[in-house]
């Protein structure tokens, strides 16, 4: 199964959520993650605390969803809606939810502020993502009304 994981400039949300991913997945499933306006490169930031936290990001790289190498079984769209974002809505068949995350890349202030934006955001990604592979997957994968209702639970959980 594939997972999208879905933003606006498929920097730093996406990136981390596609690494975390992948690094926590079981054999079959696989995270994949694309922009619909990519920055065409991927936030330092991101990069580095995912290096912090053992994660490895070799071979990522901020692309469109017009390019994807497969076609996602689910996407899940991770763009804030409180920050006025507009988060592209995949087209096609497949299993969608939304899991909104503040993009931390957009704060400002102390070096200390900006690293506990970075921080939060990957806690509550990894959060979520634990969640998920925390699902009966492959009990979900024949009901697809439940496993959204699943993914959408837990992109309301709180951090």
């Known amino acids: ?26 054999a079959g499933w696989q995270a994949i993650s694309a922009g619909s306006q990519p920055t065409g490169k991927l936030n330092e930031r991101a990069l580095a605390l995912l290096a912090a936290k053992g994660i490895p990001t070799a071979g990522y790289f901020s692309k469109s969803w017009d390019a994807l190498p497969v076609t996602p079984d689910i996407v899940v769209t991770v763009c804030a809606s409180a920050a006025g ?67 959408d639970r837990i992109g309301g959980l709180l951090p």
């Open 85 to 151: 974002e507009t988060c592209p809505a995949y087209l096609g068949p497949v299993l969608r939810t939304h899991w909104g995350v503040d993009d931390p890349s957009h704060v400002t202030g102390t070096e200390e502020e900006i690293d506990a934006a970075f921080e939060t955001a990957y806690a509550i990604l990894r959060g979520r993502i634990e969640a998920f592979l925390a699902l009966p997957l492959d009990r979900l994968a024949g009901d697809r009304a439940a496993f959204k209702r699943e993914l």
């Open 1 to 26: 199964m594939h997972v999208l994981f879905l933003c606006t400039g498929n920097s730093c949300r996406s990136l981390i959520s596609e690494a975390v991913f992948n690094h926590l997945a079981p």
